[in-house]
DNA sequence: TCGGATAGTTCGATGGTCGAAATAGTAACC
DNA sequence: GGTTACTATTTCGACCATCGAACTATCCGA
């Protein structure tokens, strides 16, 4: 009933559906799923108070710097994120997100949160505590794998 | 330490992480995401014995004919899908997949798999039990979440 | 101050995706 | 039985996201 097969494919199933979900809310506010990405990315970092810098944001997004500048200029452009030159060494540029971005963030997770809460409502706190142990490891497994993989690009 | 907002989080990370696995492994064998994606449902369905039509593909991919066809021309050029005349309405086409698409299937799910396996290890028959059904649960308050917004964009 | 290195952008080319028109085939109707 | 409406798929022309290479601005070491 859930041996690991089961369990890989209601995996495979979440990360189809979420995927969908993102593509699907970057489309009704104008966004590419690319934009989507970086604008968490930005958010994220900009939250934590090291906001990233184009290159890095690259690296992290694996594209080019000039198509990252592409997507920049778009999110600027809608008003989402906003380019500042460091003080320090101005050929860096810091991202920060604007109350916009911040807004679209409140819309994606807001009922997405809520849809989760009370759909994990019958889970014990010990099941919780299971499940996200279960999480960590299937993340760390998927990171390791890629790993494995990048060496051996095992053309056919 | 394993609230809500922890296995939200965690939720996202691993989406993002197997995304990203995703996106890679098809760069290595010269797909593209769309074209992973469009080979997944083939496979699927050709499996399931109700192989699939361009438009249904396309339907399901949320990608309009034209593309469709241009995804179904690259998967056929380079091995992975055929195309045959349906025999009782000749308009239309049966998807099918050939040994190719198949080994890149196994290529792909065999590392994944045993990694997954090797890191479940330690988890009891009981809360695989539990797992899989906060991933069913979590599966389906992602596609309710999505039916309902479909209904309102709301644009800023 | 000069030369090399780094951060980011601009430019031309490639190619995936789209909507509209074209092609091939089926079904309905007189 | 032939004409018309409809369906499935492909082709065509345009758009734009992405790429690599060249360019600008800035920093750092000698």
Chains 1, 2 share one sequence.
Do not use: C
């Not at 979420?18 to 690319?34: A, K, M, Q």
Request: glycine share 8%; aromatic share 6%.
């Amino acid at each position: 009933m859930a041996d690991n097969t089961t369990l890989v494919r209601l995996l495979r199933q979440l990360v189809v559906e979420s995927d969908h979900f993102v593509g699907l809310f970057g489309e009704w506010h104008g966004l590419h799923r690319t934009d989507m990405n970086a604008l968490v990315l930005i958010m994220d970092a900009d939250r934590r108070g090291t906001p990233l810098s184009p290159s890095r944001l690259a690296g992290a997004m694996h594209l080019s710097a000039s198509a990252t500048t592409s997507v920049l200029d778009r999110l600027e452009s809608s008003g989402h994120v906003q380019r500042a030159r460091s003080t320090t060494d101005r050929r860096k540029v810091e991202l920060r997100v604007n109350d916009k971005a911040l807004d679209l963030g409140r819309r994606f997770f807001a009922p997405l949160s809520g849809a989760y809460t009370a759909a994990w409502e019958s889970f014990s706190d010990e099941e919780k505590a299971t499940i996200a142990r279960f999480l960590t490891a299937s993340i760390d497994a998927t990171v390791a794998v890629r790993g494995e993989i990048a060496g051996s690009p095992t053309d056919g």
